[in-house]
């Protein structure tokens, strides 16, 4: 997973054909918890790109995203929005990967 370090990087990622961006924080316990699982994830939906960003580092952004809830996933197709998995629970690695299937249907 490749962290996300400029508001550029940010911009561009989400232009691609299908990035997953996880929110996080290192003090975050729940992010700490599925971190070893994201590999998995990562192999399983190869044809995506997977990006991690620090919600304090990115709190503006965070802010007009509504994440208001760690950690959290986004998927953007082609400059869009086309799904969330936002909220403030414990994430397991199933949820994530249905939530993934979920939105490349759209």
Known sequence: MI?????D???QVKEEDGAVIMFTAGWCPDCVVI???LPAIEEKFSDLSFYK???DT????CQELEIFGIPSFLLFKNGREADRFVSKDRKTREE???F??????K
């Open 35 to 37: 971190e070893p699982e």
């Open 9 to 11: 990087q940010f911009e």
């Open 3 to 7: 962290s996300i370090q400029t508001v």
């Open 58 to 61: 990115f709190i503006e952004q």
């Open 96 to 98: 994530i990967e249905r």
């Open 100 to 105: 993934i299937e979920e939105a490349m249907e």
């Open 53 to 55: 960003m620090d919600r």
